[in-house]
């Protein structure tokens, strides 16, 4: 069946360094994918999409491209800040059943002044 | 604005009893969602409706019951048969033909 595979956290870095978590998926479909992003004691906020191969999807200075070759949904951020410790979840949208929607187990990112 | 709300933010349940979490959304929505997260984990689909009057059971559906009787609401009851009821609960919506889905802030439940 789908699903989703990111990257163990905590991850840990200094502010201004460059982010990368891992994201990976199994879908038999044609997925849409999702980074959503959870801060301490709040509901889930949509972070990007992409809902087709080679996408790219951005906002607020993260990136990620759904690269169907090695099924791999990667986010990314140039120089992170303090205000963007959170945790990180990879989601998926099955393409043939919309209620479909499986989550990685999410990458709690801490950065540092 | 438009949006979820969940209610409350934070609940209590005593053994044996049943509570009823609340979501409304004013998005026009018209599926509707329940998730369960646990500490460090992802999240579980427990119920989910695409239609009034209409829902299926997600992975996670036993102790659990809901009811679509307005497009609007969509509450969540933890019976007493649910022995783990400690968790994070997440209501979320989306459009038909729409893959992503809108989330709430979410109920804290505890047991007294």
């Known amino acids: 069946g789908d699903s989703v595979t990111q990257m163990e956290g905590p991850v840990t870095l200094s502010e201004e360094a460059f982010l990368t978590i891992n994201c990976t998926y199994t879908?038999?479909?044609?997925?849409?994918l999702f980074w959503y992003v959870q801060y301490p004691g709040e509901g889930l906020q949509l972070l990007l999409k992409?809902?087709?191969?080679?996408d790219k999807g951005s906002n607020k200075g993260f990136e990620a491209t759904y690269r169907k070759e090695t099924t791999s949904f990667h986010l990314e951020k140039g120089s992170v800040q303090v205000s963007d410790s959170a945790v990180y979840f990879c989601?998926?949208?099955?393409?043939?059943?919309?209620?479909?929607?499986?989550f990685g187990s999410g990458t709690k990112l801490n950065v540092k002044p | 604005d438009g949006g979820i709300t969940q209610s409350p933010k934070y609940l209590f349940r005593k053994e044996g009893q049943n509570v009823t979490l609340s979501c409304e959304q004013n998005?026009?929505?018209?599926?509707m969602y329940w998730y369960r997260q646990d500490p460090g984990q992802g999240l579980r689909l427990i119920y989910y409706?695409?239609?009034?009057?209409?829902?299926q059971k997600g992975d996670i559906a036993e102790g659990y019951s809901v009811s679509r009787e307005k497009k609007e609401s969509f509450p969540l009851t933890v019976t007493s048969a649910q022995k783990n009821p400690t968790a994070f609960y997440l209501c979320?919506?989306?459009?038909?033909?729409?893959?992503?889905?809108?989330f709430g802030d979410g109920t804290r439940l505890s047991i007294l």
């Open positions: 979320a919506s989306s459009l038909l033909g729409e893959p992503t889905q809108h």
């Open positions: 879908a038999t479909g044609y997925p849409s």
């Open positions: 992409a809902t087709k191969a080679d």
């Open positions: 989601a998926l949208s099955d393409g043939r059943d919309f209620n479909k929607f499986y």
């Open positions: 998005l026009n929505h018209d599926a």
């Open positions: 409706s695409h239609i009034v009057n209409d829902f």
